[in-house]
């Protein structure tokens, strides 16, 4: 193996892929090879770092000096100063990653010195298209030791013992699950990963196929051999072209290595992995959706009992564990299950992914330990809301969750607390609010994708998440009555015990948990035909100040022609006319418009 | 795959490559590599500190570059920063010295001092 003195690691996420770190790279190895330093300086395209706000990312070895925002016409001076003549450019660093003129090592970072790296240990660590950085990571050595040393009711107890809960929103115990599966006798068992990740704003999942395809591949493995299955599914939809790429090369290598296909190990244990590309729809993501999709049927729900474990795919026992559940398993096997359990909850155990957005300074992804307050995660990694914006809530749980406020920032993060705040740990979606957000059209927004995403199987959610929605829509235009209010909630209840799958038992609560912390917001658009955040546009007017000199810019400017007023004249806005598209509000020189 | 040696063996070999990517290191090796040192010939002098550093499995030892260290009529130079110890600045080093000054000071801790920059005067 050719031995080189320098990596640059540049980040191939999808994220930092859409601001062109492809070409970037490129750019990186096309000049390296002019400068005749391709036999000592590597590129490398590994996942996805985490801080994607500061995107895109190029990590050069081994100094660790981090380059954020970069560009493609700094390749050249980073390769001529930095690579060629040892001077790391300094003016190009992420800020926070130098001391002075001393350069950090990336853990002392604000960002990421609170953060836990399990899940995500190998994303943006290695290049996830070539196995051996993987087993240079201790990689397929938990699937070795299961395959030599271990029978499976051991691997399960182990899981058993880690307390290990799934993290694909249910937050099932992995080890019940597999112990479930496990006992029943059928010719054919089947492990399924889930990776349909269909929660607006979550992109963890995606993350760790881009960053670290085998972990999830060695992860099945174990769980195939701990219930004694040997076909995999992974169910991953197609709108995520590099984790699919990604996972056909990491199938491919481990094959060919014999870490998957027949007699790994020399055990006898044989282990097969499909992929199957999902459409993205949300409700393919629930387990039994998920199964008949990839049977080839419609992806619709059915009933629980029986459960997978019993009667899953093609009428087989099988367990379905999502990516991230996946990704700590290998991990769990190696370091044992007290080592997981030194970190997190106690009755949730070890770290989880979230993925942080909305009115958020470093958006992006952040791993860390169960029990973190969402306050250091909000502001010690997060940095808080940018301009100086006082935070309002934080959603969390994605269109199944609900919202959490100010006072209960303290809240140390687990399955249980958030649920009894009546939100949800979900996929680990965190969207951030601060008091220009209005929440009842961040209920809307969210009431609105599960309205869309419903399958139509069950009457309570085909039919009266709509009805939900065309209450908020009178809400937010102000055309409400405190009656509406109740009906909503009524209705939000009745939906929640009746409907058939997940999708629809949880689609209320993002209105119920709204209508929980700031009932007094959703009355100021009913009772006062106001929206406090100054959000919906129904409710808004804009007017023109004294401070009008008359230049006429925003008649001009009006579509609608409904600006009134001669030259030098204060100029007048016909409310019954305006269609509040705030023209006028960005062409005034003189800051003379405002919004009531 | 047949048995765990064997993928223990294939990590062994792989965990050189990764190496680099540690940055927790204590022990920094650092070759001056602005054109001065370039000309003098630090290029196969830092090249070879990587091999020798890889081959001896010296998984605390970093190898950096610098810029000019500001001697530049001595070059190439290298520096080595051992925790609680002075730093050593080594002058006029080449491919030979560094495989000496790898098994002496690195490997069994004793400075080469005939090479030091101190032997000059
Ligand atoms: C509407 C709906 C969507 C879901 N989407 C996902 C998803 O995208 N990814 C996922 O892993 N689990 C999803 N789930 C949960 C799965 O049904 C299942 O509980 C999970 O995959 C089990 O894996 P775990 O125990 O490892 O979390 C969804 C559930 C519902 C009701």
Redesign the interface.
């Known amino acids: 193996m050719a031995l080189y003195r320098s990596h640059v690691l540049v980040c191939g996420g999808t994220g930092c892929n859409s601001s062109k770190s492809d070409m970037i790279r490129q750019r990186f190895e096309e000049k390296i090879i002019e400068m005749g330093l391709d036999k000592e300086v590597q590129v490398i395209s590994t996942g996805c770092f985490g801080l994607c706000e500061e995107g895109p990312i190029v990590v050069i070895y081994p100094e660790g000096a981090f380059y954020s925002r970069m560009k493609i016409d700094r390749v050249d001076r980073i390769v001529e100063e930095h690579l060629f003549k040892g001077r790391i450019v300094k003016e190009y660093l992420y800020e926070e990653s130098l001391d002075k003129d001393k350069l950090k090592s990336l853990n002392e970072v604000d960002f990421y010195s609170k953060q836990k790296r399990v899940a995500l240990r190998n994303c943006g660590v290695i290049n996830p298209e070539d196995i051996s950085e993987y087993i240079a990571r201790d990689g397929y050595l938990a699937l070795g030791k299961v395959l030599t040393e271990m029978t499976p009711v051991d691997v399960i107890q182990v899981m058993k013992d880690s307390g290990l809960r799934g993290r694909g929103g249910g937050g099932f115990h992995t080890g019940l699950k597999w112990g479930f599966a496990a006992p029943n006798q059928a010719d054919q068992k089947y492990v399924i990963c889930n990776a349909d990740e269909g929660d607006p704003g979550a992109f963890m999942d995606r993350s760790v196929l881009e960053g670290d395809p085998h972990a999830v591949l060695e992860a099945m493995a174990i769980a195939g051999y701990a219930i004694g299955a040997t076909k995999g599914f992974i169910y991953v939809r197609a709108e995520y072209p590099i984790a699919v790429k990604r996972l056909e090369i990491a199938i491919g290598q481990a094959k060919e290595m014999g870490l998957l296909g027949k007699n790994i190990f020399d055990s006898g244990f044989d282990f097969e992995i499909e992929i199957r590309l999902g459409a993205g729809a949300f409700v393919c993501g629930e387990e039994t959706a998920l199964i008949a999709s990839i049977e080839g049927q419609r992806g619709m729900p059915r009933n629980k009992p029986p459960f997978p474990a019993i009667k899953g795919l093609f009428g087989k026992p099988t367990i379905i564990n999502n990516v991230e559940t996946l990704a700590n398993v290998p991990q769990i096997i190696i370091n044992g299950a007290d080592w997981f359990r030194s970190f997190g909850s106690e009755k949730s155990p070890g770290t989880k992914v979230f993925a942080l957005g909305g009115k958020i300074n470093n958006t992006g992804l952040v791993e860390i330990p169960m029990g973190t307050t969402l306050r250091e995660v909000i502001y010690d990694i997060g940095g808080g809301c940018p301009n100086g914006k006082a935070f309002k809530a934080v959603q969390t749980g994605g269109p199944s969750g609900g919202c959490i406020t100010a006072d209960y920032i303290d809240t140390k993060i687990d399955f249980d607390t958030l649920t009894d705040l009546g939100s949800m740990m979900g996929s680990g979606g965190m969207i951030v609010m601060d008091e220009d957000n209005c929440m009842v059209d961040i209920a809307r927004f969210f009431l609105e994708f599960t309205v869309e995403e419903s399958c139509g199987k069950c009457t309570p959610c085909r039919e009266g998440t709509k009805r939900m929605l065309e209450i908020l829509d009178l809400i937010t235009q102000g055309k409400a009555t405190l009656e509406d209010l109740d009906k909503l909630e009524k209705l939000a209840i009745n939906i929640k015990n009746t409907a058939l799958c997940g999708l629809g038992q949880t689609a209320p609560n993002p209105v119920l948990s709204t209508m929980r912390y700031f009932r007094e917001e959703y009355e100021a658009h009913v009772l006062e035909k106001r929206c406090p955040a100054g959000v919906c546009k129904s409710l808004l007017s804009y007017y023109i100040t004294e401070d009008c000199r008359g230049c006429t810019k925003c008649a001009k400017q009006c579509p609608v022609n409904c600006i009134e007023g001669s030259v030098k004249k204060l100029h007048i806005i016909d409310q019954d006319k305006c269609i509040k598209c705030g023209a006028c509000m960005e062409a005034c020189p003189f800051d003379s418009i405002i919004i009531k | 795959?047949?048995?765990?040696d064997e993928?223990?063996k294939?990590?062994e070999?792989?965990?050189?490559?990764?190496e680099?990517?540690n940055?927790?290191k204590t022990i920094r090796v650092v070759?001056?590599?602005?054109?001065c040192g370039?000309s003098a010939g630090a290029?196969p002098v830092?090249?070879t500190f990587?091999?020798e550093v890889?081959k001896r499995k010296l998984h605390n030892v970093?190898?950096?570059?610098?810029?000019c260290i500001g001697m530049c009529t001595y070059e190439p130079i290298v520096e080595i920063t051992m925790p609680n110890e002075e730093k050593v600045t080594y002058v006029f080093m080449d491919t030979d010295k560094v495989k000496k000054v790898v098994s002496d000071h690195l490997v069994n801790g004793r400075v080469v001092v005939d090479y030091t920059i101190g032997a000059l005067k």
């Open positions: 795959m047949k048995t765990l993928l223990k294939i990590r070999d792989a965990k050189k490559n990764l680099l990517r940055t927790d070759v001056g590599m602005a054109t370039i290029r830092l090249q990587v091999e890889s970093q190898v950096v570059q610098t810029g």
